[in-house]
């Protein structure tokens, strides 16, 4: 009887182990399926993470190509401005030597109608148009100028009778 007991043993022992063995195999079997859709998942997820990675980097051309273009324009704009910029300043220096030369050319004006002959009653009104017209009062010196008789004027005076008149 003890063998008896000994072989229901064994064999409860065996199908015990061919339990476990079978519920081993059953995980390694789910397991096998498991790392079967752990890798489609990866592959799938590595799938669109390289299709975003591609459309970021065909997207990213046209902005690199409109950064390019805008990058042109303010090089263009800057250029532009710089070379206005001198242009402004060489015009600036153009009207300040025009002001000195106006300064000297009514000076020098002033200077002969002092020196030169003729009535001295003519020479005074005259000369205080040029300095009425040399500090920028145009009417002014049309007005002082508008009473004399242009007969009465030497050639010198009449120049500078047209030049207060007629600018």
Avoid: C, H
């Avoid at 990675?53 to 046209?62: M, Q, V």
């Avoid at 300095?131 to 007969?151: C, M, R, S, T």
């Amino acid at each position: 009887m003890g063998s008896k007991t000994s072989e229901k043993g064994n064999f409860e022992l065996v199908t015990m182990g061919f339990g476990i063995f079978l519920k081993n195999m059953v995980g390694v079997i789910i397991l096998r399926q498991n790392t079967k859709f752990v890798w489609m998942y990866g592959a799938i997820l590595f799938s669109f993470a390289l299709i975003l990675i591609l459309f970021a980097g065909l997207s990213k051309k046209p902005e690199e190509q409109q950064n390019v273009k805008l990058s042109d324009s303010v090089s263009s704009l800057t250029t532009e401005r710089n070379e206005l910029y001198k242009q402004i300043k060489d015009l600036e220096q153009q009207i300040a030597d025009k002001e000195k030369a106006k300064q000297s050319f009514y000076e020098n004006i002033e200077k002969y109608l002092s020196e030169g002959e003729g009535v001295e009653e003519i020479k005074s009104i005259l000369l205080s148009a040029v300095k009425e017209k040399k500090v920028g009062n145009d009417q002014l010196a049309k007005d002082a100028v508008a009473n004399l008789d242009v007969n009465e004027l030497t050639e010198f005076q009449k120049y500078v009778y047209d030049i207060i008149i007629n600018q």
